[in-house]
Each structure stands twice: as C-alpha cells, then as structure tokens.
C-alpha cells in the first residue's frame, strides 16, 4: 500500500509563516493534475485547495494533507476531488464548491472506487468515505462571497467545465486568484474565464509553449471529416470523457450536423443530466437541453448493438483506456469504411496513444490490430500559451504562481515570456513552502 496515515506521514510545517503568505504543493505544484495547495497567512487562517489524484497506472498521490477545516474544490475532475473522500473520513474537512461540483463528485468517486477494484490499485478510501465526503459539501454561488477567518472568499467561473471555479481570496493585505483549471475561450458548454484585478495570480500551465489550432477551423475539419466517414458508408467512433467532453462534442454535432444519427454512451450522459439539473452553471442551458434530446442515448445490449450502424458513436473512455469505446472498437474495427476520432489528448501508455503510435491497443486484455482511419482533433478546455498571457496580463497581477505543468517541456516557456513582461513568477516544487512577496 502506498498509503499514508493520518498524522504520520505529513510534511506541512506545523506553525504559519512568520512573515507573508504561505502556499505549500502536496501535489500540481511541479506535474499536470494530483493537485493539492495549503494556503497559510502569519494568523494561521488555512485552506486547502483540490486535493486530487493522478489517475495513472499506477495513480499518484498528492503528500499526505495536514489536518484542515475547510478545502474549496474547483471543480469535478478526478485529479482535482479524487482525494477528498480520505480528507473528510480522516479530518472532517468541509468541502466548499459549486452545487453542480459537488453533484457530480458522488459519480466520480463512485467511478474512481470501481475502477480501482477493476485494475487491482490500492485506494486511501473506500465506498463509506464517500457518504462521509457527500455530507459535508457546503454550496456556494459564483459571485457570493463568504468569510473565513480574516479571508474573503468568492468562486468566479473557470471554463473549462461546467460549475467549475476559480478562487479569488481577500486577505488583509493581499488579494489572490487561483485559477483551478481554466479557460478564456468560450466552449459549447461554457462561457470563457474572466480576469480579476488581484496582487497575485495561481495559474494552471498545462498548455505552457502550445498554444490550440483555431476552435472554429478545428470544429471544420472534424465535421468534414465524419462526413467524409459517413459518405463511405462508415461509422467513426468518438471517444470522449464523461465530464464536459462528452457533452461538448455531441452539442457541435447537433449545431453542425444535425442530419447524422449519432448514438451516446457511458458516464457521459448521467453527467450531462445533473449538469441540465444545474442550468445556472451552463453558458446556454437549451442548447445542451436539445443537443440532448436529439442524441440517442444507449442503454441497453439492443441499443448497443443499433449503435454499430450508427454515423457517430460518442463513448467514454477519452483514451481508450476502457469503458463501452473498447466494446464498440472491437466490433468496429474489422470494416475499413469505419474511423477513430480523438477528441484530445492522448496520454503516454493510454490505449489511445498506443493505437495512434503503434496501430494496435490491448482490447479485453488482448493486445489488438486496429487497422482503421485514426485522426485527432483538439477540444481542450485549458487556456493555451497566449490565452494564459493573456489572462495573468489582464489580471494586472505583480506576481504569478505557475502550477499544474510540465516543468521540463511547459513551463519553461511560460517563466521566459512571464519575467521579459516583468512579472514575479514561481515555480512552485512539490513538498516545499514558498512566500508570496
Ligand atoms: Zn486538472
Ligand atoms: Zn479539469
């Protein structure tokens, strides 16, 4: 077990700062996802912010928490709320985020928990944790803000992902942003991130030194493409996330495609019900109400099996790592009409990149040729290099936090770009305290 217990193994320096303002990585500071940031100020006023974990094979872990009160969860990605389950059984720490936040962490959890007994990976938590974690959510409103302590806190909208936040908080000296995973660009789903006028800015750097092809000419080249697939007489098959991509892509089907038949399975549609339960947290929440009603959604063996003659199959997993794409792969993948379209990245090892790489990918446990059409395409709901600029510029911030990035191949770029501007930038390490100026 590489699981740590309560009080013995954390590393987060028992007494505030003498002086400034304390942030200390447990996880994010230095890699993509595992995030989890302690905030600290002289008075010993603390948060948490995300504690999550990487879903890799096997996942990491962010450093063992210090008993806290209060986390704020940004939002309902895996590697940002996978471990809160252990911080609410072991410290009784109050979870604060959006209402649909905390509505969608119950599945992810639950889908965490099945895919660890699946692949045989020990978990901190287990299936009680969840009810402990699910009782203490406290809901917040974008906009509203609530006191802790001597801090101002308010959620503002992220992108990204529907009900996803970022942080601003008032000190009594100082006002920060963290910006949780973010984008500036407007998605079907939701509407871009806005700047705040802060002292100092969080910000997540997955896209440091890349920036995305235009989102309207990427749209294009996808709906030609399926067309193309369909003209032949194929069907092409979507992998996609569960957690805004799924629904993403079937909104830009129904706007631009609307003639397709196009069949959706996987968690993605008990998602997009909670999130059609939640119109307040979507950029246009009769969109996605008819994008819906259009799809057809699979939900039984027969289902599956009209899927087969489908114009688009929408499936999770995004990566081929699993879920009703593998079963619908399998089936596709012996008619050369057919076609696999990603929707993002492909992580190192997943199925996705094994097939795009190597043209095979391990099916039900058999490593499996797939000799069909592969292509790739970029629905990224993170801010890219200049949109990031962008934003830290607008923010009119001094000083910035580069965090969730690659610090060997991303973040490099952004540091460069950021100190010709005159910014003061970290680069933050896990496990070790900074102060903030
Ligand atoms: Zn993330
Ligand atoms: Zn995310």
Not at 68 to 97: E, Q
Not at 122 to 130: C, N, Q, V
Not at 298 to 323: E, F, H, Q
Not at 389 to 408: G, M, R, S, W
Request: proline share 6%; charged share 25%; glycine share 8%.
């Amino acid at each position: 077990m590489v699981m740590y217990q309560a009080g013995r193994t954390t590393k987060y320096p028992e007494l505030p700062p003498e002086e400034g303002f304390r942030y200390h990585y447990l996880g994010g500071g230095d890699e993509v996802g595992n995030v989890g940031i302690m905030l600290e100020d002289t008075k010993a006023t603390k948060l948490l912010l995300d504690y999550g974990l990487a879903p890799t094979d096997p996942p990491r872990y962010p450093n063992e928490a210090p008993p806290v009160k209060d986390a704020v969860i940004t939002h309902s990605h895996i590697d940002h709320l996978g471990m809160a389950p252990w911080l609410c059984a072991n410290h009784r720490t109050r979870l604060h985020g959006t209402a649909l936040t905390a509505e969608i962490s119950h599945a992810m959890w639950n889908d965490c928990h099945k895919v660890s007994r699946i692949e045989g990976y020990p978990l901190a938590w287990d299936k009680r944790d969840i009810e402990t974690a699910l009782n203490l959510w406290n809901i917040h409103d974008f906009d509203k803000p609530w006191i802790h302590h001597n801090w101002n806190l308010t959620l503002r909208r992220a992108g990204h992902i529907p009900g996803a936040a970022m942080l601003e908080i008032e000190t009594d000296n100082k006002s920060i942003l963290m910006t949780g995973d973010f984008d500036t660009r407007d998605h079907p789903l939701t509407k871009g991130a806005e700047p705040r006028n802060v002292d100092t800015v969080f910000v997540e750097g997955t896209y440091g030194g890349r920036n995305h092809p235009n989102l309207d000419e990427e749209v294009k080249r996808f709906t030609e493409r399926i067309v193309e697939v369909v003209d032949r007489g194929g069907t092409a098959l979507v992998p996609a996330f569960a957690n805004g991509r799924t629904q993403d892509i079937v909104m830009r089907l129904h706007k631009y495609l609307p003639e397709m038949d196009v069949h959706v399975n996987g968690m993605g549609k008990h998602i997009a019900k909670l999130q059609m339960e939640h119109p307040e947290s979507l950029r246009n929440p009769q969109e996605l109400e008819e994008a819906w009603r259009w799809a057809k959604k699979i939900s039984s063996k027969s289902d599956r099996n009209k899927a087969l003659n489908a114009d688009v199959i929408v499936s999770t997993s995004g990566m081929l790592d699993g879920g009703p794409a593998l079963w619908f792969l399998n089936r596709l993948r012996h008619d050369m009409k057919n076609a696999v379209l990603f929707t993002g990245y492909q992580a190192r090892d997943s199925g996705g990149r094994n097939l795009l790489e190597k043209g095979r990918l391990p099916i039900f446990g058999n490593m499996t040729d797939v000799p069909l059409e592969l292509d790739q395409f970029s629905f990224s709901t993170h801010a890219g290099h200049d949109e990031i600029v962008k934003f830290i510029q607008e923010c009119k911030a001094e000083e910035v936090v580069l965090y969730h990035t690659d610090p060997n191949h991303a973040r490099p770029h952004l540091v460069e770009e950021l100190e010709e501007l005159n910014f003061k930038v970290h680069s933050p390490v896990n496990g070790v305290s900074g102060i903030l100026s």
